[in-house]
């Protein structure tokens, strides 16, 4: 029957979580990883199989994905909760919510260090054509401004960039 759209979102995730960064990221080294994972019982078979590993080959070779691998501080998959003022959220709240807070909680998918700052990445399997980016981007738009509050608060560094990468077309969506 095949993975659901959600289940191979969340094993292109877990190997962009596992790949080891300094080894072979050409199409035949990202296979041998990935059969190494599924050896290893972190990926199933029915996940490897639904691996474009064509997209993940073409990050790695994008600038991002080079600017990336040049970094000597790359973080996946980093969970976070912190607490945000509801009008740092919701701009248009009465001001009777100044003192209120969110409880935010997630999980980075990468970020980056350059130059003493940070680069964010999300990536995104939806399925996104071209006349789709804009919608994309501004579905996606809360959630990384979210991701980079909670950046700035857990590093103490700025967020200077903030990235998309849509494993679907392998564009890139820079906020």
Do not use: W
């Amino acid at each position: 029957k095949g993975l659901t759209a959600a289940e191979k979102g969340i094993a292109m995730h877990l190997v962009m979580q596992k790949l080891d960064l300094n080894g072979d990221l050409s199409v035949e080294g990202i296979k041998k990883q990935i059969k190494n994972m599924v050896d290893r019982e972190i990926l199933t078979e029915a996940q490897s199989k639904e691996i474009d590993i064509r997209r993940i080959e073409e990050f790695f070779r994008a600038s991002l994905g080079r600017r990336m691998l040049s970094s000597q501080n790359v973080k996946r998959e980093v969970p976070f909760h912190i607490k945000i003022k509801s009008t740092e959220v919701y701009k248009d709240l009465p001001e009777e919510y100044e003192n209120e807070f969110i409880a935010v909680q997630g999980i980075i998918d990468c970020f980056f260090e350059e130059e003493g700052e940070i680069i964010l990445i999300d990536y995104k399997t939806d399925y996104v054509t071209e006349e789709m980016m804009e919608e994309i981007k501004e579905k996606y738009k809360v959630q990384i401004d979210l991701y980079a509050k909670a950046l700035e608060k857990i590093t103490g560094k700025r967020v200077k960039e903030k990235y998309i990468y849509l494993f679907f077309n392998g564009m890139i969506l820079e906020y």
